[in-house]
């Protein structure tokens, strides 16, 4: 799909990634809150809050998935079942042709590269990461590589944040909803991760 532009319920959603990763409860129920008014389906929060686990780990997952429960629709439908693991093979094939997507041209390098520190990082990236966690269905790769954006420039890890600003244009978002984007998250970055996203983007923007 392309991604032109952040529409409110899009904004709403990167913003709460945003708050995830800084994982104050405060912060957390503001953008709730904005994504309960702006109408964000709940499947996308739902989808958010478990990627979020590869991103910023089960704390801060947890924290915002309990304050979603409590402010959201508890009736929200769960969505793919993470826990079938006959379906591995299948997780690790649809993980394989994300992460290609995702990676273009410099795929087999990342593979490598992983694979390199150590084979257990390469297949947990390839089948849990982008097959069974970023592959689900209820949110589509664009979103969710802004998601990713948003969460991996408040850590200040500037190589995955120059993979997944790339990741993010190959997955369908236009250079606009990128910007658009760091737009929202750098209120809450500190200065150097601000400098530091603005930098990335100066170099890789079409």
């Not at 739902?46 to 991103?55: F, I, K, P, T």
């Not at 290609?100 to 990082?121: K, T």
Request: charged share 25%; proline share 4%; aromatic share 6%.
């Amino acid at each position: 799909m392309s991604l032109p532009h952040l529409d409110e319920p899009t904004r709403a959603l990167v913003a709460l990634a945003a708050a995830i990763a800084v994982g104050e409860e405060i912060a957390l129920e503001e953008q709730i809150l904005a994504c309960v008014t702006e109408a964000v389906p709940n499947a996308w929060v739902d989808e958010l809050l478990l990627q979020s686990v590869l991103m910023v780990g089960w704390p801060r997952a947890l924290i915002a998935a309990a304050v979603w429960r409590r402010m959201g629709d508890p009736s929200a439908e769960p969505g793919e079942d993470g826990g079938e693991y006959a379906r591995a093979a299948e997780w690790t094939a649809r993980g394989e042709a994300i992460c290609r997507e995702i990676y273009g041209s410099n795929y087999e390098r990342l593979r490598e590269n992983v694979r390199a520190l150590h084979p257990a990082l390469e297949a947990w990236m390839v089948t849990e990461g982008y097959g069974r966690t970023l592959g689900r269905p209820g949110l589509d790769l664009a979103r969710r590589e802004l998601c990713v954006v948003a969460q991996v420039a408040f850590q200040g890890a500037e190589r995955q944040l120059h993979s997944h600003l790339k990741g993010a244009l190959n997955a369908g978002a236009s250079a606009e909803a990128v910007s658009e984007t760091l737009d929202v998250v750098r209120r809450m970055l500190g200065a150097r991760e601000a400098k530091l996203a603005a930098s990335l983007w100066a170099r890789i923007r079409p």
